[in-house]
């Protein structure tokens, strides 16, 4: 549960980021290249501060794609994108983690009571706190199984608000609640609260077109039309037809199959388009986005050796690995010299019991050999044995106990970039078994294993140089 600070004094609102712009110019993307068509093709627009933009079209038209190439996550293959500004994105799907509805709604900022009190007014969520009986410190269930669809939405909103962003991307807000609290949405937050910020707005609420500053008309990822209220008026654009557009495709089934990589989005779209006209109440709860997890890949039989390279690799530089290396040479040496030297020790013994008697100046005289010498050698191998042998495991168990926790920061660099989708399509016990099943066996029965292996296969080399 994230920490919640109450800040006193409340700091004054941050100063508005006059510079704050969006510009696409001939913009195509693709989810899946794939496909023969792009998600989103020959798109352009300019949008400064303070403006709201409007986008609407019917469903797959690449509304909720076009928030996801300015958030980055659909890259661009040609055109141009310029984003100036901190992001913020409200999901048409709402996303809440299990904690306090204030924790959700601060996510991580500190709380500053006009502020906090402010957005849960624009967001139409102080009547729910008040009739909650813990109020915002009520504790939100897996998957906000505590909460209506309509306060999760809000509660998606709220967050999103509270942020201070510069450019806010609203993926169809209204669409999970009623038309009275749509309607408070849009005057008190979205040109209220909001008017002095840049908006994107995703919708499908008609009635609100005349207060956007601009709006987009998609279809099938092409702009049909651009332009005011107004304007798009004079040109014949006729708002009620696309309206009924929509219906139409909606009363169509829906494909069996989505491909992951796909995800042109027309399933969010589809369930924005029911939403907004059967006029969804607030408090029923929306269906769930059908969302296909991808399979867990596993690999079986002998690893390559070049996967062991890359885990030592990633925890050591190549001198340390050659360091390492020769220190296992002379570990292993310095074993076989040992055993070595007593055996040619008993050998010149056995020698001596044989012929170790000699006649000089006409007596006879056994030859000893000098203990001293044999011994000394014998000690200074086993030396040897022993100081190669405790660094090479010193140095070994720092090279693994390294491999481990640079795969461990690499992957979790990567988690913490990686698209939303990521986590829509691969459950979270999968990816908390990466962490803790598969960097347990990293951390304590990988170190063991290869010291093991290297120690036995230094010991059969030797063994076979010896033989020959």
């Known amino acids: 549960m994230l920490d919640e600070i109450i800040k006193s004094p409340a700091a004054p609102p941050q100063e508005e980021n006059e510079d704050a712009s969006v510009e696409m110019q001939d913009l195509v993307c693709y989810w899946d290249k794939g496909l023969d068509a792009p998600s989103l093709q020959n798109l352009s627009f300019s949008l400064n501060s303070k403006k709201l933009l409007a986008v609407i079209g019917p469903v797959g038209a690449g509304k909720s794609s076009l928030l996801s190439t300015i958030l980055g996550e659909l890259p661009n293959e040609k055109g141009t994108l310029k984003v100036k500004g901190q992001l913020t994105y409200a999901a048409q799907q709402p996303w809440v983690f299990p904690g306090t509805i204030r924790s959700n709604i601060l996510f991580g900022k500190e709380l500053e009571p006009q502020k906090y009190e402010r957005v849960l007014r624009a967001c139409a969520l102080k009547r729910d706190m008040e009739l909650l009986p813990d109020g915002d410190l009520t504790l939100i269930g897996d998957r906000g199984a505590t909460l209506s669809g309509g306060q999760k939405a809000r509660v998606n909103l709220a967050r999103a608000v509270y942020q201070d962003a510069d450019i806010y991307l609203l993926d169809d807000p209204l669409s999970a609640v009623d038309a009275e609290v749509g309607r408070h949405l849009f005057e008190k937050c979205i040109c209220g609260l909001l008017k002095n910020k840049l908006r994107v707005l995703v919708t499908h609420q008609l009635q609100y077109l005349q207060a956007a500053d601009q709006i987009i008309v998609l279809k099938e990822g092409h702009m049909v039309a651009k332009g005011t209220y107004a304007e798009l008026q004079r040109s014949g654009v006729d708002f009620t037809s696309l309206l009924q557009q929509e219906e139409e495709e909606e009363q169509q089934p ?209 063994a076979n140089m010896g033989a020959v």
């Not at 069996?256 to 029923?284: H, I, M, P, W, Y």
């Not at 913490?416 to 829509?424: K, N």
């Not at 908390?432 to 990293?442: A, C, E, I, T, V």
């Open 254 to 462: 829906a494909p069996q199959e989505v491909f992951v990589r796909k995800r042109t989005l027309s399933q969010n779209s589809a369930l924005s388009q029911s939403s907004s006209v059967l006029s969804v109440k607030d408090g029923d709860h929306l269906p769930a986005e059908a969302v296909h997890m991808v399979a867990e890949e596993s690999a079986q039989g002998n690893i390559g050796a070049g996967l062991y390279v890359k885990y030592m690799r990633a925890g050591a530089s190549a001198v340390l690995l050659i360091f390492l290396i020769l220190v296992n040479i002379l570990a292993q040496v310095a074993y076989v010299m040992q055993d070595w030297w007593l055996a040619h020790w008993a050998d010149e013994q056995g020698k001596l019991l044989v012929n170790g008697t000699v006649i000089q100046d006409g007596r006879n005289v056994t030859v000893e050999l000098d203990t001293t010498f044999y011994l000394g050698i014998y000690g200074g191998l086993t030396a040897a044995t022993i100081l190669f042998g405790f660094v090479r495991n010193m140095v070994m168990f720092h090279v693994l106990v390294k491999s481990a926790q640079a795969l461990h920061n690499r992957m979790f660099n990567c988690i913490l970039r990686t698209p939303v989708r990521f986590f829509d399509v691969n459950p979270i016990g999968r990816v908390l078994n990466r962490f803790s099943k598969d960097m347990g066996q990293l951390d304590s029965n990988m170190p063991w294993t290869m010291v093991d292996f290297i120690q036995v296969k230094s010991g059969l080399t030797a």
